[in-house]
């Protein structure tokens, strides 16, 4: 198997940083045709930018994508090995690095393979069709006359001639020009395979990146070294919206390891040689801030009746299916209810942190954000540099999902670098990533449903406010945290979006509005928003599913039955097609729960643990979930127990099965965390969730006993040669919180309408309802 | 600065660093090991564990003048002879990482634990692991790995007992 050392080795790249001082042994590759920059932008146009292959018939893919631990580089690998016809063991891939791979946008939106899984497997399927070419001019036979297999072309009337692709391009480029508008479009003329041909594809292959990281071995950005580098600390604003007023340099400059303090605005930085002097350092040093006039933001106590009270920045024009009010009016019955998420942070398990380096005129930024290209680019623009002398190097760390502060540390690194002339390493620590990372928004949402007198669903009206105004883009040059700090900011805020639930349910009459609501401080603020894990599925979703599981037990039908009975309608557009996806992986759940269909709630029991099930499904951007959870209610404590889970998950073909379902394991689990303990908590001046003790999170003894994954194909063709390959990663956290509402629900009759379910939470409610 | 002596995976190294100086930023600036991470500088998380007598220890918050002489294993210790550590395989056989990026503490923490109870129930495992912490939550598949690796250390602790008896 070739590894990315190897290529490295033979292909006359050049690595940098081998030393005895510390340095690490292997970094990523550096540009092509030398390290010293500038770096243009890799032209996709070229099949050469895609895939090398090597004299010893191994292949390289060189790819825009970032993988954040969900397989997505193994998967790469898989299609573009099918593609190719060379078998995946000798294949590598490398990802996200600005300078040698095409500019794919890094990750984002699950859409790596549903998306950008489509160039890669036409760039490959073309270097296939180049190859059979060269052989036919080499045999002097038609392509038609040769067979390809492993890599190896034969003669099919001689299978004595043959030459393998190492043979015929190994070493040398491909010289050959693609097509198409843009990156997604690339394209050469050969076809792409019927997907009963692929054979890698499908299979669960070990991930390539799981034994490096277990045995130590893996070099991780936060393990970069360069020769000359530093360490910086950020030192925040105590309060949100304080103003500096004055740093008195002398309470550290005799620190040992002490290089400079750095401040810009409200931007303030130590940087020492070592690591542990630049914390000491930014502890010790003397800021002296002036306190906002008005209060930022209300407590997190209050943070519902202010959204409910405040004027909204925006609402999004209504969503209206039918006549909604003539149905409210003519009802049997009418339901109300009001649901609330709070913000709720990424939180990533190691904070913040990137190492850029100034040398040779360039910028050089060491880094695991996401959107690789993004950063690049932000850099750019924020330092005022030409693009091509800003590169990203991406490399693994810890988990991203979404819009995180991995973004504000690179252009935190890249400023200080060009301030110092040093490469320069920022690591935030805990409490600045906890309190100071972009948040997903707080929702408040209020529902309306109304039952005619056979219990059918016949209006449904959502309304959602959302804490979201000034959401954050991905690597803005004037949105990320330093440019605010120092006062750069775009002329308007962004406007923010609400979010109305994504489920294919035929309602006759139906209204959906969201707002967007603003916190009095916009900028500096560190309830900043940004997209967290399907930007805003969980927190509607939590609101919708659990609502439609209010309407079933107002209606005293079975959960499973009365969502069949919403999808059961209308077949004859493309939401026919959604439908029957949507109807098959509810059945499939509920058949592997073994789901016994009665009305919610049970009569509560008598004993001191209650237990219920729920069921809740979503759907987004033609990827179906559908999931039970299995509770067990601590009616002495409130404690809640997610004891079992099954999940069915229909996303089109199955690139790695193995991979899919640990990815939808952990985003399920991400949404059980969210669901029982996650939430932002602040005064009227600071977010005083600074750790793990003040922003808890899932834990080991919360797991449950049992998660089954079971993974449907609802495709009314199933065999179908082009069956699509959907995104998979977000929509699997969308339903979770309300399958964990309604289970309790259903053992104990009380319906939780805010997330998340702590303990006294819960016990409180209990109480209140004397269960 | 002061010159302090440790044990690294068997390995004698001297550093010159001031005594307060948490392990970690040794282990990982001046030993040039990168298990240990920093996650979050406070003893909660795990990220930074390495074991020191035993004992699973948060490198972050532990001076380094307080481990001079001590064996200090890291992540990089586990491996005997170019053979994995049976937990080390355990975690690629249920392929347990995603990002990967706390499980460092994990294996370091379910060694430990092994170490100390080589048949752990369930409940033990729970409760030993709680306070390691995964943002991923691979924690279904870490525990399914250490009862995995559980029955693999003690299978080859049978078959060297039965040889013994030979």
């Known amino acids: ?771 | 600065m002061a010159n302090i002596a440790l044990r690294v995976n068997g390995q004698s190294r001297t550093v010159d660093v001031d005594p307060a100086t948490p392990l970690l930023y040794v282990l990982r600036n001046d030993l040039d090991l990168k298990g240990p991470r920093f996650g979050c500088g406070l003893g909660q998380c795990g990220a930074c564990t390495v074991i020191i007598k035993g004992e699973a220890v948060r490198s972050c918050v532990r001076p380094v003048s307080t481990v001079q002489g001590a064996e200090i294993t890291t992540l990089e210790g586990l491996s005997q002879n170019g053979k994995l550590h049976p937990l080390q395989q355990a975690w690629i056989d249920e392929q347990v990482p995603a990002c990967g990026f706390c499980q460092n503490g994990q294996i370091m923490s379910a060694k430990a634990m092994l170490d100390k109870n080589p048949t752990p129930t369930d409940a033990q495992i729970r409760q030993s692991m709680a306070t390691t912490l995964c943002r991923c939550m691979t924690y279904y598949r870490i525990q399914a790995a250490i009862k995995r690796a559980a029955k693999a250390i003690a299978s080859a602790r049978r078959g060297s007992n039965s040889e013994v008896i030979a």
């Open chain 1, 1 to 771: 198997m070739t590894t990315r050392r190897d290529f490295l080795k033979a292909s006359g790249y050049l690595v940098v940083g081998i030393g005895a001082a510390g340095l690490v042994s292997e970094m990523p590759l550096v540009a092509q045709g030398g390290g010293a920059g500038p770096y243009p932008d890799v032209d996709f146009k070229q099949l050469d930018s895609w895939i090398v292959i090597k004299a010893d018939n191994t292949a390289t893919f060189f790819v825009g994508k970032t993988d954040l631990g969900q397989g997505t580089g193994t998967a790469f690998r898989q299609i573009m090995s099918d593609e190719l016809d060379m078998p995946y063991e000798r294949t590598s891939c490398v990802m996200g690095s600005t300078d040698v791979s095409v500019d794919q946008g890094g990750s984002g939106g699950s859409d790596a393979l549903q998306t950008d899984g489509y160039p890669m497997r036409r760039v490959a399927a073309e270097a296939r069709r180049v190859l059979l070419e060269m052989a036919s001019n080499r045999f002097s036979v038609p392509v038609t006359a040769l067979t390809v297999s492993e890599g190896v072309i034969s003669v099919t009337a001689d299978p004595s001639k043959k030459v393998t692709y190492g043979e015929l391009v190994g070493g040398k480029k491909f010289n050959v020009a693609l097509t198409g508008n843009n990156i997604n479009a690339t394209t050469g003329v050969a076809k792409l395979k019927d997907v009963q041909q692929l054979k890698a594809t499908g299979q669960s292959m070990p991930r390539y990146d799981v034994p490096a990281k277990v045995d130590g071995s893996l070099t991780w950005a936060v393990d970069v070294k360069v020769p000359g580098m530093v360490h910086a600390r950020n030192v925040r604003p105590p309060m949100a919206g304080a103003k500096l007023v004055s740093v008195d340099e002398s309470s550290v400059r005799g620190m040992p390891g002490f290089v400079k303090v750095v401040t810009k605005g409200n931007y303030v930085a130590v940087v020492c040689e070592r690591e542990e002097q630049a914390i000491n350092a930014a502890r010790q040093l003397k800021v002296n801030w002036d306190k906002p006039a008005a209060a930022p933001f209300p407590t997190s106590e209050n943070l519902f009746t202010y959204m409910r009270g405040a004027a909204p920045t925006s609402s999004a024009p209504p969503a209206v299916v039918g006549n909604p009010d003539a149905a409210f009016k003519s009802a049997a019955k009418v339901i109300e209810a009001d649901y609330d998420v709070p913000y709720q942070g990424h939180v990533s398990i190691g904070p913040a942190h990137a190492l850029a380096d100034p040398s040779n005129g360039q910028m050089t930024i060491y880094s695991n954000d996401m959107k690789s290209y993004g950063l690049r680019d932000g850099v750019a623009e924020f330092l005022q540099l030409p693009r091509d002398r800003v590169r990203v190097v991406w490399m693994e760390g810890p988990q991203a999902y979404g819009r995180t502060a991995a973004d504000d540390a690179g252009f935190e690194a890249a400023f200080l670098a060009k301030e110092i002339g040093r490469p320069v390493r920022v690591q935030w620590m805990r409490n600045e990533e906890t309190a100071w990372d972009t948040k997903g928004p707080a929702f408040a949402v209020k529902l309306r449903g109304a039952l005619d007198a056979q219990g059918n669903l016949v209006a449904f009206d959502y309304d959602a406010r959302v804490a979201d105004y000034n959401h954050l883009g991905y690597n803005e040059h004037d949105t990320v945290l330093i440019s605010q700090l120092m006062g750069t900011r775009p002329a308007m805020p962004a406007r923010g979006s609400g979010a109305t639930p994504n489920e294919m349910y035929a309602i006759a009459n139906r209204r959906m509005t969201s707002s967007v609501v603003s916190l009095p401080l916009i900028w500096e603020t560190p309830l900043r928003t940004g997209n967290l894990r399907d930007p805003n599925g969980p927190q509607s979703t939590f609101a919708s599913e659990s609502f439609i599981d209010e309407l079933a037990a107002a209606a005293n039908a079975d959960p499973v039955e009365f969502r069949l009975r919403l999808l059961t309608a209308a077949t004859d557009d493309d939401s026919g097609f959604k439908r029957a996806r949507s109807i098959a992986c509810i059945k499939a759940a509920a058949d592997a729960f073994k789901w016994e269909a009665r009305p919610s709630a049970k009569r509560v029991g008598s004993g001191e643990i209650l237990t219920g099930r729920g069921i809740a499904y979503t759907y987004r951007s033609q990827t179906v979930v559908a999931q039970i959870a299995e509770v067990e209610v601590n009616r002495r404590t409130g404690h809640v127990w997610v004891k079992r889970m099954v999940c069915a998950h229909d996303c089109g073909l199955v690139i790695n099965p193995e991979a899919l379902r640990r990815t939808l394991e952990g985003g399920m689990l991400h949404s059980v965390s969210r669901t029982l303990h996650e939430e932002v908590q602040f005064d009227t001046e600071k977010v005083t969730s600074v750790d793990w003790a003040s922003y808890p999170t899932m834990r080991h003894t919360d797991t449950p006993e049992s998660i089954e994954i079971v993974i449907v194909n609802g495709d009314p063709n199933p065999k179908r040669p082009d069956l699509p390959h959907y995104g998979a990663g977000e929509t699997v956290c969308k339903p979770t919180l309300a399958a964990i509402a309604n289970a309790i629900f259903d053992a104990t009759g009380v319906r939780l309408r805010r997330v998340p379910f702590r303990d006294a939470r819960v016990l409180a409610a209990l109480k209140t309802a004397k269960v």
